[in-house]
């Protein structure tokens, strides 16, 4: 007798468990949050690897990993213009976004654009903006 009081009890819980860590649907909020990878580039000796880490909109970062100690820096870039083909309209490769490894694996290169906040401001107030080029 006292199992049968026991057992709903147990597949009670049991079920309220699992609908707890159901998944949920995607919100527009989840994408907001997401970042891709681009420029992908790894050094002629095979070890560094650097990236540019982009969300779908708002300020980018640079990422250089060493490959041998895993160890890695980041580097605030600003809000990455959406990479244009040759020539400027249609039609060729897309152009890199100022992200280079030097030969000999030494130095890494890379485009510092201006942050969104400054970038609208500067819109606004009609100024013009300049990008910065950054040497590690």
């Known amino acids: ?13 049991i079920g309220a468990a699992v609908a707890a860590t159901a ?3 995607i ?6 949050g997401w970042k891709r990878i681009a420029t992908p580039q ?11 880490l982009t969300p779908n909109e708002g300020d980018s970062e640079i990422v ?35 992200l280079e490894i030097s030969e000999d694996s030494k130095w890494v290169s890379f485009t510092v654009f201006p942050k969104t906040a400054d970038a609208r401001k500067a819109k606004k107030d009609k100024k013009p903006l ?6 590690v």
Do not use: H
């Open 42 to 52: 790894v050094s002629g000796d095979g070890k560094w690897f650097a990236y540019t």
């Open 64 to 98: 250089i990993r060493n490959l041998t100690d895993g160890k890695e820096m980041r580097f605030p870039v600003g809000e990455v213009p959406a990479a244009r083909p040759e020539g400027g309209r249609g039609g060729g490769a897309a152009r890199p976004q100022g």
């Open 27 to 32: 919100e527009i909020t989840d994408i907001y």
């Open 1 to 13: 007798m006292r199992n049968s009081r026991f057992i709903p009890v147990v597949l009670f819980c």
């Open 130 to 135: 300049y990008n910065k080029t950054s040497l």
């Open 23 to 25: 998944p949920r649907p």
